[in-house]
């Protein structure tokens, strides 16, 4: 086999796979949304965001754990398998409403396919971990559509399954997915070999568990995730209310979620292939990475200005198409400037735990106004969120001071490395005049 047809490979099994994953979670979502957000649902969702956020840490931990013992290729695969067996096991025992069963699956999918989206895409870095810096961006940006066209496809499948199956049916398909992803991380373990190298034993004892705090770089990855991870809460949350409002049945509400996935992954996939090239390309990482929170001032402060469903829909909408293409494909790309031996537990640290701390700070501020709205378990009428977008603009405003601090830290790197190799070529043409650029060229003119 020629390397070309090698390289294209390296591209077509985490693209497919990631993609496939993506299709899974759109339709595991539309059916458990459309289970879950009939009557009161949506004043659970504090408290479910909560118990999220306090499982995040030990879930984290246990799949470190795993990742220590046995290896973190052999943990991806008994990590795919545990989230397939629980959700096709559990999936023929929903029912809608108030159901204890439902409520632990609906905090249960956000949090396995979180830690299933990392290991994947810690997977893609590690089989391109030695590729040029420039030819990787533009991999990861096609990685990145392929998502989004499993996602858009997948939401096809939800709305076409709406009109024959329940929504219950809709998970156990989305774990069957999963063992087809299974599948296929098998064949890319077989095919590829790991090229992260670990560290010396005396290394890694102290190192593993603080290496998010390690460094500042690091440390401001993980501020940017948290005030991202609020943001986006705030506004699901918004958006899940306009939806709840609207008292659709449980067909009506996958339908409802079913469209709004395909437009969804729709715009993302037009983003990603049209502008997230040229935008790395001209602003580079850092830059990259406030195009998000830079649009959501925006439709944050018309949200604000008028809260009206419109308004909610339009944040949402922005909010999650360009999560989805541009922010996510350069957000995972950020970590590749990660030491490769702790990249796995940096990553899972950030998007694993420190983003889901930060949901849950904001879901202990939804849980006590809905104590407030709410103290007999249904509203009197509809729910006043007006507090709920200007804790949002104040909360993007954040995310953009953040990550300007980002691109000053990226950029004094950049000029430290630049003055460090300008230092390096004096000192060697004083101590190899004859390789020196100036003593080569006057000397072309010696006789």
Not at 74 to 82: E, T
Not at 218 to 245: H, K, N, P, S, W
Not at 410 to 425: P, S, V
């Amino acid at each position: 086999m020629t390397n070309t047809n090698e390289d294209r490979l390296k591209f077509l099994f985490p693209a497919l796979a990631i993609g496939l994953l993506t299709a899974a979670f759109v339709i595991t979502k539309t059916g458990r949304d459309a289970l879950f957000f009939q009557g009161a649902g949506i004043l659970q969702l504090p408290m479910a965001t909560m118990i999220i956020a306090a499982a995040s840490l030990p879930l984290a931990i246990i799949f470190v754990k795993a990742m220590k013992i046995w290896g973190a290729r052999p943990a991806r695969i008994g990590i795919l398998l545990f989230a397939a067996t629980v959700i096709g096991v559990c999936a023929p025992w929903l029912r809608p409403g108030d159901s204890p069963l439902l409520f632990a699956i609906f905090m249960f999918v956000p949090s396995i396919f979180g830690i299933l989206f990392a290991s994947l895409w810690l997977l893609a870095s590690d089989i391109f971990e030695t590729t040029p810096k420039n030819t990787a961006a533009q991999i990861f940006s096609r990685i990145g559509a392929s998502s989004l066209a499993g996602g858009m496809l997948g939401g096809f499948a939800a709305k076409g399954l709406a009109f024959f199956i329940e929504a219950k049916w809709m998970l156990f398909i989305g774990a069957m997915l999963i063992l087809a992803v299974m599948g296929l991380v098998l064949a890319m373990h077989r095919r590829f070999p790991t090229n992260i190298r670990p560290k010396a034993s005396g290394e890694e004892k102290d190192r593993r568990y603080l290496a998010p705090l390690s460094n500042s770089y690091a440390r401001t990855l993980l501020l940017i995730a948290m005030a991202g991870a609020l943001a986006g809460m705030l506004i699901d949350v918004q958006f899940y209310i306009v939806a709840t409002e609207a008292k659709m049945d449980e067909k009506g509400n996958a339908d409802f979620f079913a469209n709004f996935y395909i437009l969804l992954n729709l715009s993302s996939l037009l983003l990603q292939l049209f502008l997230a090239p040229k935008i790395q390309d001209k602003i580079g990482l850092s830059g990259g990475l406030m195009v998000l929170p830079f649009a959501l001032l925006g439709s944050a402060t018309f949200a604000t200005a008028a809260a009206t469903a419109f308004s909610r829909s339009v944040l949402k909408v922005t909010e999650g198409g360009l999560r989805s293409s541009i922010h996510r494909s350069i957000w995972e790309q950020a970590f590749i400037r990660i030491e490769s031996s702790d990249r796995s537990f940096v990553k899972l640290a950030i998007d694993g735990v420190a983003a889901r701390i930060a949901e849950g700070m904001g879901a202990m501020a939804l849980f006590f106004w809905v104590r407030e709205v709410a103290p007999d378990g249904m509203p009197d009428g509809p729910l006043d969120t007006a507090w709920m977008t200007w804790l949002t603009l104040f909360t993007v405003i954040a995310w953009l001071v953040i990550t300007h601090k980002l691109r000053k830290q990226l950029r004094k790197e950049q000029a430290t490395a630049q003055t460090a190799a300008a230092e390096q070529r004096e000192m060697d043409c004083e101590r190899f005049p004859e390789q020196c650029p100036c003593t080569t060229e006057l000397g072309k003119g010696i006789p």
